[in-house]
T-cell receptor, first 113, second 112 residues
Framework: EDQVTQSPEALRLQEGESSSLNCSYT??????LFWYRQDPGKGPEFLFT???AGEEKEKERLKATLTKKESFLHITAPKPEDSATYLC??????????????FGKGTHLIIQP | ETGVTQSPTHLIKTRGQQVTLRCSSQ?????VSWYQQALGQGPQFIFQ???????GRGNFPPRFSGLQFPNYSSELNVNALELDDSALYLC???????????FGPGTRLLVL
C-alpha cells in the first residue's frame, strides 16, 4: 500500500524567511510524485510533477526535489500570498492502467508580513 | 482553455438520502478521477473513469458509484448518505497516458 507522510503539519514563517517542506513516501514502483497548493475551501492547484530521483523543478519562489524516499518543497523568500496548504501525492504502478493518487495530509504554511 | 468545473458548489442533504455531483473535464482530457477530502485531511481516491468505464477504485463501498459520458464529463452518485460522507468532493481530469491530474474547485457536501 502506497503511503505519504508530510512534515511539519504546520509552519509559520516571517516574510522572506526561506524553509523546506518534507514529503516521505513508500510506493510500489513510482510513476510520479506531485505537489499541489490548496487554498481554504478550494480545489488543489497543480505545482509540479517529479518522475525520478535527482529530478528538480522550479516555479517562482518554489523548488521541488526528489530522492528515492522523499521529496522536498523549498520555498525561497516567501511572501504572504504563499500562505496555503501544500499537498504531496504519489502514484504507484498498479500493474497496468491509470490509478488514483495517494495524498499526505499536507503542510499548512503561514507567511507573516 | 477551460479548466475542470464542478456543480453544485455546496449541497446539504439528510442521512439516508441520495446525491449526484457533476464534473466537466478540462478540454483535451479523457479521464476523470473522484476524491473525497475530509476536513484537515488529504484527498482520498474514490474511483477513476476512462472510456466510460470504471478504471480503478479506492477503499469506498459500492454505494459510491459513478458514470462517465461520451463528452468525458462525469457524475458521482452516493446512496444512503451517512453523516461521515460530509466532505469536499473533488473531481480531477487528466489524459489517460499522462499522470498529472488537474482538480476542479470541489463540491462541499454536508449531511445532517
Amino acid at each position: 500500500e502506497d503511503q505519504v507522510t508530510q512534515s511539519p503539519e504546520a509552519l509559520r514563517l516571517q516574510e522572506g524567511e526561506s524553509s523546506s517542506l518534507n514529503c516521505s513516501y513508500t510506493v510500489s514502483g513510482l510513476r510520479g510524485l506531485f505537489w499541489y497548493r490548496q487554498d481554504p475551501g478550494k480545489g488543489p492547484e497543480f505545482l509540479f510533477t517529479l518522475y525520478s530521483a535527482g529530478e528538480e523543478k522550479e516555479k517562482e519562489r518554489l523548488k521541488a526535489t526528489l530522492t528515492k524516499k522523499e521529496s522536498f518543497l523549498h520555498i525561497t523568500a516567501p511572501k504572504p500570498e504563499d500562505s496555503a496548504t501544500y499537498l504531496c501525492a504519489v502514484q504507484g504502478n498498479p500493474g497496468g492502467g491509470a490509478d488514483g493518487l495517494t495524498f499526505g495530509k499536507g503542510t499548512h504554511l503561514i507567511i507573516q508580513p | 482553455e477551460t479548466g475542470v468545473t464542478q456543480s453544485p458548489t455546496h449541497l446539504i442533504k439528510t442521512r439516508g438520502q441520495q446525491v449526484t455531483l457533476r464534473c466537466s473535464s478540462q478540454s483535451g482530457h479523457n479521464t476523470v478521477s473522484w476524491y473525497q477530502q475530509a476536513l484537515g485531511q488529504g484527498p482520498q481516491f474514490i474511483f477513476q473513469y476512462y472510456r466510460e468505464e470504471e478504471n480503478g477504485r479506492g477503499n469506498f463501498p459500492p454505494r459510491f458509484s459513478g458514470l462517465q459520458f461520451p463528452n468525458y464529463s462525469s457524475e458521482l452518485n452516493v446512496n444512503a448518505l451517512e453523516l461521515d460522507d460530509s466532505a469536499l468532493y473533488l473531481c480531477a481530469s487528466s489524459v489517460f497516458t499522462q499522470e498529472t491530474q488537474y482538480f476542479g474547485p470541489g463540491t462541499r457536501l454536508l449531511v445532517l
